[in-house]
């Protein structure tokens, strides 16, 4: 699988921004879809993730009620809807894949084999 992410760039504090991550392959419907971010001189962090089946996501607290993830398995194509963003929401946001048998979408980096080159998000205060 190969992930391409898009839609990062600079705005300003309380703005939106929607990245979008088109994958490869014709088994985007078998994997959990994730996002991730990390921030200048900081570890990769879990933001968001679909599951596979379609039934369920999660969210890192952080953004939570902010950020909304969705996937259009017939584009091969997961979202990040990005509202109210805060500065501290600046940082290089990639998107990965995970194949996985469980229904509870995965949340660990570690459980994550395919990744895209990131897209940066600037939110200026």
């Known amino acids: 699988v190969q992930l391409q992410a898009s839609g990062g760039g600079l705005v300003q504090a309380g703005g939106s921004l929607r990245l979008s991550c088109a994958a490869s392959g014709r088994t985007f419907s078998s994997y959990d879809m994730g996002w991730f971010r990390q921030a200048p001189g900081k570890e990769r962090e879990f933001v968001a993730v679909f599951s596979w089946s379609g039934s369920s996501t999660n969210y890192a607290d952080s953004v939570k009620g902010r950020f909304t993830i969705s996937r259009d398995n017939a584009k091969n194509t997961v979202y990040l809807q990005m509202n109210t963003l805060k500065p501290e929401d600046t940082a290089v946001y990639y998107c990965?894949?995970?194949?996985?048998?469980?229904?509870?979408?995965?949340?660990?980096?570690?459980?994550?084999?395919?990744w895209g080159q990131g897209t940066l998000v600037t939110v200026s205060s």
């Open positions: 990965a894949a995970a194949r996985s048998p469980y229904l509870t979408p995965r949340t660990s980096r570690s459980d994550y084999t395919y």
